[in-house]
Structures are given as structure tokens and as C-alpha cells.
């Protein structure tokens, strides 16, 4: 089953505009990470952030956490058509280390 | 480092066979996760197996199973298969720390017809 939520579920923008997605989750968690893929190829991981963290950066990446709302955000800055991709939050728990709690994903176009 | 090497890219199969994925892991990594991903259900982790012993195990029938061998490279086998199985099956590899940043491989596309 899954265990997060991404929002939007799709999102279209233009080249250079800001993409920011949200993700929550409902439990607690050891850390909740980013992955973003192409077209039906595998994921590739972005950015991690751990629980007593709450914000992270990583070049045009910037994810936040706030575990009282159970909820995360990605922003990705001057956004290319490169960026063109499904974006997928994952969540860590401290039981099950093995295993990645995906979201739903969000859809992100970007228009050149 | 080589990533994680999935075969085949690629398969078609009717109801009722039986198939087998492989998955080779980075060099290093000793646990391997693997994951079913269709439209309608998304991302559903199958199960993780370190040094060998199944770790995690996701909610799928016991029509899938899986193994991994001494040198980490792991199998996922589908008896009976159904049409619902189609999907794009993807393995992942990690160093299994405590971050378990997990590293994708291309996946397998499986249709069953």
C-alpha cells in the first residue's frame, strides 16, 4: 500500500518558473527521500532528508520536512525541459530499513 | 561502478507460464528490494533480501517469490501468471545503512497476455 500522498498529481510549467510538489505522509519515519523518473525507466534518487532535519538543499533542489503535519515539499528552481520527469516521495521507517514507502508520484511538464 | 543491471529489459508471456527476472546489485551493495509498478496501484514494494535472508516482504500472493545468491545477485520468479501482472518490475540496490538510499536499475516490462 502506498504511504504518502504527492501533490499535484500533475503540474505543468514553463522553462525557468520555480516546480514545487508536496508530499505527506502517515507515519513516523526515519527519513523521507526524493526520486525522480524518466518515463518509465528506473528512479533515481535526488535528495535525502532525515527526521530531525528540516530543510536540505542540493543545487536547484531544495526539500522541506515538517513532521508535525507528516508532510514534505520539493522545489526545483529555474526549471528546464530536461526536468521533464515523475517525481516521487519515499519514506524510511526505522523497523523496515529495506524498504521504500512511495507516493503516487506528480507528473511535472516543462514547456521549453 | 557499473549500476544495477536488470534482464530481460523487456518480456511477453501468456497466462498460466511462469517467468524469472534477474537483477545484478552495484559492486559492494548486499541488500536488493524489489518493487512492482503499474498505473493503476503505482510503486508496491515485493520484498528485500540481505546476505541471502529475505529482510521485508510486501502483500503480494505467494505466487512471487524471490532469492539471492552469494554474490548478492537476486531472482524474482512469477508462477501462474496473470494478466494483472503486467507491469514494469524494478529492482533496487543498497548499501543498507541507515539511510537506504536505494539505486534503481532500468526495470523489466512484463506483459502478460
Known amino acids: 500500500s502506498q504511504q504518502g500522498e504527492e501533490d499535484p498529481q500533475a503540474l505543468s510549467i514553463q522553462e525557468g518558473e520555480n516546480a514545487t510538489m508536496n508530499c505527506s505522509y502517515k507515519?513516523?519515519?526515519?527519513?523521507l527521500q526524493w526520486y525522480r523518473q524518466n518515463s518509465g525507466r528506473g528512479l533515481v534518487h535526488l535528495i535525502l532528508i532525515r527526521s530531525n532535519e528540516r530543510e536540505k538543499h542540493s543545487g536547484r533542489l531544495r526539500v522541506t520536512l515538517d513532521t508535525s503535519k507528516k508532510s514534505s515539499s520539493l522545489l526545483i528552481t529555474a526549471s528546464r525541459a530536461a526536468d521533464t520527469a515523475s517525481y516521487f516521495c519515499?519514506?524510511?521507517?526505522?523497523?523496515?530499513?529495506?524498504?521504500?514507502?512511495f507516493g503516487r508520484g506528480t507528473q511535472l511538464t516543462v514547456w521549453p | 561502478k557499473a549500476g544495477v543491471t536488470q534482464t530481460p529489459r523487456y518480456l511477453i508471456k501468456t497466462r498460466g507460464q511462469q517467468v524469472t527476472l534477474s537483477c545484478s546489485p552495484i559492486s559492494g551493495h548486499r541488500s536488493v528490494s524489489w518493487y512492482q509498478q503499474t498505473p493503476g496501484q503505482g510503486l508496491q514494494f515485493l520484498f528485500e533480501?540481505?546476505?541471502?535472508?529475505?529482510?521485508n516482504k510486501g502483500n503480494f500472493p505467494g505466487r512471487f517469490s524471490g532469492r539471492q545468491f552469494s554474490n548478492s545477485r537476486s531472482e524474482m520468479n512469477v508462477s501462474t501468471l496473470e494478466l494483472g501482472d503486467s507491469a514494469l518490475y524494478l529492482c533496487a540496490s543498497s548499501f543498507r545503512g541507515d539511510k537506504n538510499i536505494q539505486y534503481f536499475g532500468a526495470g523489466t516490462r512484463l506483459s502478460v497476455l
Open positions: 533480501y540481505f546476505s541471502e535472508t529475505q529482510r
Open positions: 519515499a519514506t524510511v521507517r526505522g523497523s523496515t530499513l529495506g524498504r521504500l514507502y
Open positions: 507515519t513516523s519515519i526515519n527519513n
